[in-house]
């Protein structure tokens, strides 16, 4: 298996080059010479409506303390020079752009920031979107990023003379939020950041099934997911070792899982062959729809989610964000029974999975407090209309 050193890179991407600063009397000055290396890639999972999410990275900050204010001292600065504008949409299906590497001074770093360039005043702006259908793009709406960056919590130890490799994983149809009738959209950013394993999962699907979203998921939760390219071949990597449900989605088809798929260390899972393509068959479609309401009043963006129950597991087959203005929400969501398998060299059949048709359990996350709601029945005409009230 060839290391990340040689392996998948956006072509023609040359690595960002980094400076390391001190910032109010920054992390770069510590009583100990030790250093090692932070080295850095961004990805993105797939983005839902847009056919480009376009955002400028000024630069990367970390601390070693979680709860540290940006104009605290001990930040050291990752400089992008110049700042870097990127379309997050390309990196999908295993691809990763690299953003280079830069000493660290050695120790525990806890918290991470992301750091936008300013809009300018006409296209093309630094940070934007470009909705599918759209003539252009619109702006995007970063509050904070300019100032403050976008916060993440991490985990990084540096050690002396050694390399900290990992991916800032930007979730970009989970992090653009309407804001009613404005013609506005916020940018309010779902990320991880990730070690950058080797491992992961390699397939197929079927060329014919078009906007296709493969995910990895545990007990509902989605690890990994993209999008098969136009041969219907996928990647999904950089994952975690462990055992995950592989769950296919496409507008007007079957929800597909294959359950018990081991991922292992260093190692590229092939799951099955091109002549072997996932096909799910043809489905009718539903809609669950509702709003979000808070007391006191508030921002009303939500992230919802679709949930199906199907033995031995639970899965997402779909999630959204509701208007941050009306709170207002809709999914579309297959009717037809899912079909599973469990994993085997090569794939068993599929077989429909009984009595869950339609049933679904959708939950709803604002700022960290969760509600759900089911069993609910989404028909095949109108829809069904399920309302969450925070807190």
């Excluded at 779902?190 to 999962?201: A, D, K, M």
Aim: aromatic share 6%; hydrophobic share 40%.
């Amino acid at each position: 298996m060839k290391t990340w050193n040689r392996f998948l890179s956006l072509a023609g991407t040359a690595a960002f080059l980094f400076t390391l600063g001190a910032c109010g009397g920054g992390g770069s000055s510590t009583s100990s010479p030790e250093t090692g290396s932070l080295r850095l890639a961004l990805t993105d999972a797939p983005a839902c409506g847009y056919d480009h999410v376009y955002v400028t990275i000024e630069r990367v900050r970390v601390h070693q303390s979680s709860s540290a204010e940006a104009n605290d001292s001990g930040w050291s600065d990752v400089v992008l020079s110049p700042p870097r504008r990127v379309d997050l949409l390309t990196l999908t299906n295993g691809v990763l752009d690299e953003l280079g590497q830069t000493p660290l001074p050695v120790g525990r770093y806890t918290q991470m920031r992301l750091v936008l360039a300013a809009n300018g005043n006409t296209s093309p702006y630094a940070n934007a979107v470009w909705p599918t259908g759209a003539v252009g793009e619109v702006a995007l709406t970063t509050p904070s990023a300019q100032q403050s960056g976008l916060k993440m919590n991490v985990n990084i130890d540096i050690a002396a003379n050694r390399m900290a490799d990992f991916v800032i994983d930007f979730d970009a149809c989970k992090s653009i939020v309407l804001a009613g009738n404005s013609g506005r959209y916020l940018l309010k950013p779902v990320i991880s950041v990730i070690p950058r394993y080797v491992s992961g999962v390699l397939g197929y699907v079927d060329a014919s099934v078009l906007n296709a979203t493969v995910s990895l998921q545990q007990a509902g939760v989605v690890i990994k997911s993209t999008v098969p390219d136009l041969t219907g071949r996928f990647l999904l990597q950089p994952v975690a070792p462990g055992t995950y449900d592989l769950v296919l989605t496409a507008p007007g088809r079957t929800t597909a899982v294959v359950t018990g798929v081991p991922v292992s260390a260093d190692t590229v899972l092939s799951l099955n062959a091109a002549t072997a393509a996932m096909a799910p068959a043809s489905s009718a479609s539903g809609v669950a729809n509702g709003a979000i309401s808070v007391t006191p009043a508030g921002p009303l963006d939500a992230t919802l989610r679709a949930l199906q129950t199907i033995a031995p597991t639970t899965i997402e087959v779909a999630s959204t964000r509701s208007d941050e203005t009306t709170g207002l929400y809709s999914m579309t969501l297959p009717l037809a029974e899912p079909v599973l398998t469990a994993y085997a060299v090569p794939l068993p059949p599929f077989t429909a999975a009984s009595g869950v048709a339609g049933q679904y359990t959708l939950q709803a996350n604002l700022y960290g407090s969760v509600k759900s709601a089911g069993p609910v029945s989404v028909p095949a005409s109108g829809a069904a209309t399920t309302n969450f009230s925070f807190p």
